[in-house]
C-alpha cells in the first residue's frame, strides 16, 4: 500500500527545457522540484509519467543521458538537481515541453 509519506518521496521534476535528439526521442532538461533524489542508477531505463498544465498525459522512458553540461553522476543530480535525459514515448508520440512535471513511477 502506498502512503502518504511514500508519495513526498516520488522525485518530481519539472521540464525546463525540451527538443529533438539528434537520431530519435527527445532531450528533456528537468530540474528536480520535491522528493528524494533518485540515483543515476534508478533513472537509467526508468518509466517516467509527463503531465501537462492541460492535462495531456504520457508515459516516457528513459534511454540515456545527455551531456551538454558534464558527466553525470549522483553527486552532481544532488548538488544542482538538474539532468538532461533522452526519452522515448510509450506508444503516440508525446509532445512534451517546457513546464512539464515529469513523475519518476516507483
Do not use: C, Q
Not at 26 to 46: F, V
Not at 71 to 81: I, K, W
Not at 90 to 99: F, K, Q
Amino acid at each position: 500500500m502506498v502512503t502518504v509519506t511514500d508519495m513526498e518521496r516520488v522525485p518530481r521534476f519539472r521540464v525546463l527545457d525540451a527538443m529533438d535528439a539528434p537520431h530519435e526521442g527527445r532531450i528533456l532538461r528537468l530540474r528536480l522540484e520535491t522528493g528524494a533524489t533518485p540515483a543515476i542508477a534508478d533513472l537509467k531505463g526508468a518509466r517516467l509519467t509527463a503531465t501537462s498544465s492541460d492535462g495531456d498525459a504520457g508515459v516516457l522512458y528513459v534511454r540515456a543521458f545527455a551531456v551538454f553540461g558534464g558527466r553525470t553522476s549522483d553527486e552532481r543530480l544532488a548538488r544542482s538537481g538538474r539532468i538532461d535525459v533522452v526519452v522515448e514515448p510509450e506508444g503516440r508520440n508525446l509532445p512534451v515541453g517546457a513546464r512539464w512535471e515529469v513523475r519518476l513511477e516507483p
